[in-house]
């Protein structure tokens, strides 16, 4: 029985959302080719994680637990999926898009011949029974649709956000998998430091409110965070924003920034760059507040409202608190 295997992200002890959404792509593969659906974990620990897993789709589980994969990796990570990719040899492997997964599943593709495909926003099983993903090209501008060819495993990682995860019940068979790691002197994490959140991940928000170049400076971030929290929504902000030092790197949202795709997202004093757009042109619905009428995001856009940002953002966020 051929297997489809996906990756169990976990943060902080809890499974994050993009395994569950991960566990959806698979469901609908399974839907074409029958496959068994299995999450993997590789790390140090993975907890009674089991039921939730099952809970999303997983019929097995395969557990690959080692002390020195506490500390994310590359390498040993590379080394652990790979060993036991080679020994039940799965037909597709599939996992969020993280910097994680970004940085070394090209090292497990390398390793295990497979062939390997970034950021999908879906995906699908064609005539020939070979994995079919669609990505965004161009900035944005395009979609394209890439078939694996004569690989095996198909590797490809999934759009945060990209899939709904499937609720239902089971239970998975655990399947404990160890593997030898060579020691690696090449990499040492020195420390590990958690970031307090004030507010959502952008690249797990289900609402995003970002700032641009005409909120003029950083104090007047307060109204997009105040927009932000009324809604529960992550802040976000522009390179230029970023640039200017307004706000942390870590906010930006573009080609060089995060990739997000939330349900709403508010972008604020933002012209619709290509480079901004690219990261987050597949958001659901986009709302766009510009005094320029002819600023290109409201080409881009689902509602647009055009007029002086620094009125409509308080009058907005109180009729908000108004409903409660
Ligand atoms: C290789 C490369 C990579 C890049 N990567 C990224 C990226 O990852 N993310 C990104 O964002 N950019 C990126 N850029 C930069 C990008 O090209 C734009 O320069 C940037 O997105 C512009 O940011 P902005 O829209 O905030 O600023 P601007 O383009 O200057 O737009 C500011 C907007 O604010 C409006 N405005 C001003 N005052 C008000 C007001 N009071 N009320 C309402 N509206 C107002 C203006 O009408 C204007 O439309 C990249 C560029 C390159 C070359």
Redesign the pocket.
């Known amino acids: 029985m051929s297997e489809i295997w996906v990756l169990v992200d976990k943060a902080q002890d809890v499974v994050r959302n993009v395994t569950y959404e991960g566990l959806a792509a698979a469901l609908k593969l399974k839907e074409k080719n029958g496959a068994t659906v299995c999450a993997i974990y590789v790390g140090d620990n993975a907890g009674a994680i089991e039921a939730d897993l099952g809970k999303y789709g997983a019929e097995k589980f395969y557990k690959v637990e080692n002390p020195a994969l506490s500390d994310f990796n590359p390498s040993l990570y590379a080394t652990a999926l790979s060993e036991v990719i080679k020994k039940h040899n799965p037909d597709i492997v599939i996992g969020g898009n993280t910097l994680k997964n970004q940085d070394y599943l090209p090292r497990v593709a390398s390793r295990t011949s497979a062939g390997l495909s970034l950021d999908s926003i879906d995906v699908d099983i064609n005539s020939s029974s070979a994995l079919e993903i669609k990505k965004y090209k161009y900035s944005g501008k395009s979609i394209a649709t890439i078939a694996f060819h004569d690989v095996k495993p198909m590797i490809a990682t999934v759009r945060l956000n990209a899939f709904k995860p499937i609720e239902g019940s089971g239970s998975p068979e655990v399947i404990a998998e160890s593997v030898e790691l060579p020691a690696d002197e090449n990499y040492k994490v020195v420390e590990t430091k958690i970031i307090p959140k004030e507010r959502p991940e952008l690249t797990e928000a289900d609402k995003i409110v970002s700032g ?3 909120m ?1 400076n950083g104090e007047n971030f307060q109204i997009v965070y105040d927009l932000a929290d009324s809604i529960g929504a992550g802040a976000g902000a ?4 970023v640039d200017s030092g307004w706000v942390p790197y870590e906010m ?6 995060k990739v997000v795709s939330p349900n709403l997202y508010v972008a ?9 757009y ?2 987050m042109g597949s958001s659901k619905v986009i709302v766009a ?4 009428p002819d ?1 290109p ?1 409201f080409q881009k856009c689902d509602y647009g409202i055009c ?4 009125d409509i953002l308080p009058a907005l966020t109180d009729e908000i608190k108004k409903l409660g």
């Open positions: 641009g170049r005409g003029a522009s390179r230029a924003a930006q949202v573009g080609q060089t920034g604020v004093g933002i012209s619709g760059s290509v480079q901004h690219a990261g507040i510009n005094k320029d600023a995001i007029g002086d940002l620094f």
